[in-house]
């Protein structure tokens, strides 16, 4: 996983409450069998008129947009279906931090696992965000991991939490499943006094007791 | 020990380790799979020369992408058919059990998960599907999770989370005639938006839940994402018990009373505290039609299409209009105004034996309106579809002008050839109403079994209450 220390990049203020991770990737784009290459695919059915043409009057196509690494997003970003895929164009694009008030909780997770620093801040700070990120062409801001802040070039200076595991794995690019792989023996102890193997009574793929 | 909550309980059953600070390990008692978002899971697994821990604990099944018309000529989709070949490969190397899309077993993975008795009360449960929460009601844990979370688990049978919250849903009362379990969910999702159980864990409690039955049960917790919880859930009792007996994968005789006797512990201890609670009156539930774009935007079907202007909040007004413009819907419409094109009964919300002989009823010696330009009739599972058949549905389907399919997620998602077409109005029985969800520019109002067949005679919404028919 990429590490995530400080960033500081162009503010994208996508401007809508409840985006559904379906308008990040359509399901045409979920049958690939790589992590790669959705950065293209993101907000697909919203940037693009057909022919795959760019939609000038959305956000991702504006020319004072481009290069933008730091999406600012209204409350519940990322709700509905659990598709990584979300995550990945999200990462892909280019943005390595999001900001927001909320973020659905499987979005949310997903983000950590690919690097991506989900911030959230209380509704009137992601307000003067919007403010500033809408009134300023190139406003730019600066995320500080370790410090847990985010400042701008003016006067703007904000403090965020996150959850110590999530910061050191993110500070560190730590893979998790390595992690708890060095809890193998608590884990086997947990099977032996569990024993959560399924026991089959009947067969099943051809035959099943039609009940009624 | 203080009292508890269902949720609390299943929890610390499973915690394999607790550190302060850092989220629990937390064992998975069943790990289901398609093929949709495992083929990513499994080639990081094998890059890092991982092996699958637990292939026992595992099991698969084709259904996002799968035809619903005839199985045995060939996938044209390369890129489907590419990630069923994945599937059976990853399977075959890991010994996995895979129900194929030939399988007599073969349905929609948060259906055939409870129709084989693999999914138990007080289990976790996980799948890289939101829908996971559908196997909540049977009083276990169960959440959808992303494809590194897959990948995590399928190498280590555990996933590292943090303690949600407890929410309690209530709703009292007995549900009206015509009024079902669908109603009932989108009814409370209306009431607590989209977003309320984001980082909570919902319990749903009360005499108009304890009346439903499994697969209404099934169809209130698989839609518990839609309120922002990623899962839902439902003590076990009598109910519960009855459903489970004699399924593949449930325990029999001695055993089964000895499993029994456990599950009758799992549930809230009174006093345990929840952090949110919210009530709802059953008897006051109607029948419901979603408007908008997303499962909030929702109401009675004696309701209107609402005005932005009547919300509030700023961002409310704007998704609102938004929502409406998409929808080609003007505000103050009545809902039994609408014309549909197409109705879709199905999904992992609405496609058991229950909602289709509901269905049938309704439509039982009537003709599709002649301005419907389509209307399926999907089973969750194989098993549905061939109990179905044993009752006559399928002809009465069919007679109805019907096109009865094979089982899979269907026009739920659109993987399939099973797409609604751009500017078309489909009335469906599944869970999301997003924006091209059913396919790019389909408008989509999520309803009832009985009020989609109800559309689907009448051509546009109508009240169920007042169609004369005999309802549960």
Known sequence: MQPFTRHSGLVLPFDRVDVDTDQMVPKQFLKSQTKEGYGRI??????????????????????????????????????????EHAAWAVADYGFRAVIGPSFADIFFKNCAMNGILAITLPEEQVDELFRRAQSTPGYQVHVDLPNQTIRDDKDLE????????????LLKGLDEIGLTLEHDSDISAYERAHHPEPTQQSPVDFSYPVAS | MPPRTLYDKIWDHHVVTEEPGKPCLLYIDRHYIHEGTSPQAFAGLKSAGRRVRRPDLTFAVMDHSVSTRNRDLPVLDADARGQFEALARNCRETG?????????????????????GLTQPGFTIVCGDSHTSTNGAFGSLAFGIGTSAVEHVLATQCLREYRSKPMRIEVSGKRQRGVTAKDVILAIIGKIGIAAGVGHVLEYTGAAIRGLSMEGRMTVCNMSIEAGARAGMVAPDGTTFAYMEGRPFVPRGKDFQVAVDFWKGLATDPGAIYAKSVELDGDKIAPQVTWGTNPGMVTDITGRVPSPDSFA??????????????????PGTAITDIPVDY?????????????????????????????????????GSRVVKALAESEGLDKIFREAGFEWRDAGCSMCIGMNDDVLPSGLRCASTSNRNFEGRQGKGGRTHLVSPITAAAAAIAGHFVDVRQLGVELE
């Open chain 2, 343 to 379: 109705v879709f009964i199905g999904s992992c919300t609405n496609s058991r034996i229950e909602d289709l002989r509901a269905a049938s009823k309704i439509i039982a010696g009537k003709r599709v309106a002649p301005t419907v330009k389509l209307a399926l009739a999907v089973p």
């Open chain 2, 96 to 116: 996995v059990h895979l129900f194929d899309m030939h399988s007599r077993n073969q349905g929609i993975v948060h259906i055939i998960g409870p129709e084989l």
């Open chain 1, 42 to 83: 993101l907000f697909y059915d919203w940037r693009y008129l057909p022919g795959e043409k760019p939609n000038p009057d959305f956000i991702l196509n504006e020319p004072r947009y481009q290069g933008a690494s730091i999406l600012l997003t209204r409350r519940n970003f990322g709700c509905g279906s659990s598709r």
């Open chain 2, 313 to 330: 909040d700023p961002g409310a007004r704007q998704s609102v209009a938004s929502a409406l413009e998409y929808m080609d819907l003007k």
């Open chain 1, 158 to 169: 904000l403090k965020f939490e996150i959850d110590d595991f999530r910061k050191q794995a």
